[in-house]
């Protein structure tokens, strides 16, 4: 490895066989160490001592061929890729609006994608909706600690400054699976290692349903860190294994992150109820609502910017695996958040969080299309079968009707076959065929085929369906998607030979 250091405001540049990451100031000239026709992944991110950075409207602009790539969030990783017209070309990057307090980190490199740009988009919304609402807990911790009646405040204090750092974490997990390092340790999966939390014990100020509402949330997000985790290094070490040659190693890493991605997946479906379960057993315990000003959570921003998260927000964060680097990236996404997006804000109100939930149930669906795109999950079995049938209700009145099911056959055959009609645009699928058929736990099962598009050509289509919450998300090669719960019809499930129907 080499470190160059040249004039342009300042550029650093750290160069290895795999990637050239640079930090820059006001602006620099990239070198990318790529051939013509390259697929080239670019990864960005911005930081700042300032607070409320992101409601300032500075950003990077990496100036492709393609077009503008923007990143206009601190302490957020973004994602892009481009294909290089000429060897080793060069890409000028500039910060608007550079004030000295500013840095930007980009990174090239020549890298199988396996999350899609969009899935990396998502992730990173995703880590966005986590930040805020970390701000909005640090914020409610810091003024319930003050409160005159901290018997009535503690679980305000105790449960802000937990699922503040929490957050937090979970905000800068999820960013990470946007970003491709090189990892020696290609021939060997990791192993996801869920850390063990302090639990919120019932005391004077916290009731028996608070503390078990809490605590049911606090596991969730401790699994969620620990497969998170656990997927970023797989899919890192795939990446490895790949520009080192090892096919063996390669596969077997995308297949632990795409067996981790369907738990994750479940995890995140279920962390909105959890956290709605916390709001509910908080008002039911008599909690009087807390509110909090813009301006009081601005000033806890500069409090953050200036001493850091609380002492023992930083000990959680330890606790639960994150390093120094780590928790001081974590310290920059709560106080560089814009304070008009957060506040004003009340607890336990502020829990309830549409925007997250959004966020959430689009990375979920997008965690599922990834395992089976990588061979995930259990094939379908001889005489297990899967069907979902019915219409969805979609918008402005239009309905989709379909039809979806396959079977293995007591020979090992595959058998199944899938419809669409959609009344409103007139889009259909008359003769889908099921090619493959996989198990997603207990409740869920997803289906890949090809079909015959009305221009002549072979085109494709996913399903993916689930018996418990009874919801479908269905696209295809031609741009079509529809998805939602039934308004009528079934999903249901024989996943055993001789057993029940799920």
């Known amino acids: 490895m080499k470190k160059l250091f040249l004039l342009a405001a300042f550029l650093t540049i750290t160069a290895t066989a795999n990637a050239q990451s640079y930090t820059i100031g006001a602006s620099g000239n990239l070198q990318v160490l790529a051939k013509a026709g390259d697929t080239v992944s670019v990864t ?178 401790a699994q969620q860190y620990a497969y998170a985790t656990a997927i970023y290094v797989a899919m890192n070490r795939a990446n490895s294994a790949a520009t080192m040659n090892d096919a063996a190693s390669e596969q077997k890493q995308l297949l632990a992150a795409g067996n981790y991605a369907i738990t994750l997946s479940s995890l995140l479906s279920q962390e909105a109820a959890l956290r709605a379960t916390w709001q509910a057993a908080i008002q039911e315990a008599g909690f009087p609502t807390q509110t909090f000003s813009v301006y009081y959570t601005f000033y806890t921003e500069l409090l953050t910017t200036y001493y850091g998260l609380p002492g023992a927000a930083q000990q959680l964060l330890t606790a639960e695996g994150f390093t120094p680097a780590d928790i001081s990236y974590i310290t920059g996404v709560v106080y560089v958040q814009d304070p008009w997006t957060v506040a004003p804000l009340s607890f336990p109100g502020v829990l309830t969080n549409a925007a997250l939930n959004t966020a959430q149930a689009t990375a979920a669906q997008d965690l599922i299309v990834f395992a089976v795109s990588v061979g995930a999950g259990q094939p379908l079995g001889p005489g297990q079968m899967v069907q979902a049938e019915g219409f969805l209700n979609l918008a402005a009145g239009n309905s989709v009707t379909f039809e979806a099911e396959a079977h293995v056959r007591k020979t090992g055959v595959l058998q199944g076959e899938f419809t669409l009609h959609d009344h409103d645009s007139g889009f259909s699928i008359n003769d889908g065929a099921v090619q493959k058929a996989v198990l997603l736990g207990d409740s869920g099962f997803a289906l890949t085929g090809t079909f015959l598009a009305a221009d002549g050509s072979a085109q494709s289509f996913f399903l993916l369906a689930n018996a418990a919450s009874q919801s479908v998300v269905i696209s295809t090669s031609t741009g079509y998607s529809a998805s939602g719960v039934l308004g009528g019809g079934n999903v249901k499930m024989k996943i055993q030979q001789e057993g029940s129907e799920h």
């Open 44 to 221: 960005a991110s911005l930081t700042t001592r300032d607070p409320d950075e992101n409601g300032e409207g500075e950003a990077l602009v990496i100036r492709l061929d393609q077009g503008p790539f923007v990143v206009d969030r601190f302490f957020s990783i973004q994602t892009t890729q481009f294909v290089a017209a000429q060897d080793n070309p060069v890409v000028s990057a500039s910060i608007s609006g550079f004030d000295a307090d500013e840095t930007a980190q980009v990174t090239f490199a020549v890298l199988k994608n396996r999350f899609t740009a969009e899935q990396k988009k998502h992730f990173s919304d995703l880590g966005n909706k986590y930040g805020q609402l970390s701000l909005g807990l640090v914020t409610v911790s810091g003024g319930c600690a003050l409160s005159p009646e901290p018997l009535i405040t503690k679980i305000c204090a105790l449960g802000g400054l937990t699922g503040g750092a929490l957050t937090g974490g979970a905000s800068l997990v999820y960013q990470k699976l946007a970003s491709d390092p090189f990892d020696a340790e290609y021939a060997v999966v990791a192993l996801p290692a869920v850390p063990a939390l302090p639990a919120l014990q019932v005391q004077p100020g916290v009731t028996q349903g608070e503390a078990d509402a809490f605590n049911a949330w606090q596991a969730n997000q």
